[in-house]
């Protein structure tokens, strides 16, 4: 059995454990190998020894030799090759393995990453969330709300999110519906369409939660309502015009009510949906409500997202991000480990 880390002054070594697909460009290949170097490096110059374990479908052989008594894994797995949302897969395999690993379990994992899932459990335990329904095929289905959303219900990252998502009439509805089911292949959901400002809400912690600045996403540069939502462009294309039109504001300005609603009403979503040690909501506010239009559980956690960013406005560098992370994952050893004072002094 391989033994690693002896000596460092964290008491369990840490294994990023990281997606390889076969369908990744090369451009794709060398941003999640600077993602990932920007990780170690963060841990080691905090003291820690980290090592980037890279998978496909393999698992438990590319974990083999590595003693689960002596390592935490930072499950860094959106899924499989060729099972690109299959992010409940990984922690089942990780358990039977013995291994502690960062971020939320599979039940967790499985019912965030279905939005239809989701907005259930929201119903059941009454959190705030727009009016929905769902669309298994392009009819009307007698919806009359408008302006409504239209989008893709097991994807996340907004993918199949543009400006045309937001629809205007029945007709409109129904194309969109068909553009999802075919493109995405899988279910539409649409929902009421809140034109209000729209925050995200990193949160980490278990026992006690402690929800980090919020961030609002600017939209005062968008005339057309249509525009005014977080589409795929303005996440990820930073040559469209919806990215460099769009802005995030964090900390958020809002009043110390407001704030209030909003941290209440994410943490009670997080207890919901049993989101661990590190999450984000994402919602929008209309006449002073929050309603809840997102959960992600292991949210995105580059140095460039949204999380990241947050505790930044906290005062966490990206390397003290990631250790808080290992910390409160640590506390899942059979013997609770918390991070020496020498280490915290060095964050």
Known sequence: MRRIGKGLPYPYSVLILHNVMSDWTPGDIEAAEQAVTRMKYGLTSLGLEATSIPVRRDIAGAL??????????????????????????VPPILESLGFVYTGSDAWSLNVTQDKINTKEYFRRHRIPTPQAAVYSKPARN???RFPALVKPATEHCSFGITS??????SEQLRTRVEYVLDTWHCKALVEDFIDGPEYNVSIWGNDRMEVLPLACIDYSMFQDYHDRLCSFDAKWDPASQAYLMTSVLCPAPVD?????????VCRRTERVLRVRDYGRVDLRVRDGIPYVVDVNSNPD?????????????AGYDYGQTILRILELASARFAIPAEIPERVMAMA
């Not at 045309?164 to 009439?169: A, H, K, N, T």
């Open 64 to 89: 083999r030799g590595f003693d689960p008594r002596e390592c935490i894994i930072f499950n860094w797995c959106e899924g499989l090759d060729g099972e690109p949302n299959a992010y409940g897969a």
């Open 142 to 144: 007698g919806w009359v």
């Open 164 to 169: 045309e998502s937001v629809v205007d009439s």
């Open 256 to 264: 110390d009510e407001l704030r209030r609603r909003i941290e209440n």
């Open 301 to 313: 956690i580059t140095m460039e997202g949204g999380f990241a960013r947050s505790a930044r406005a």
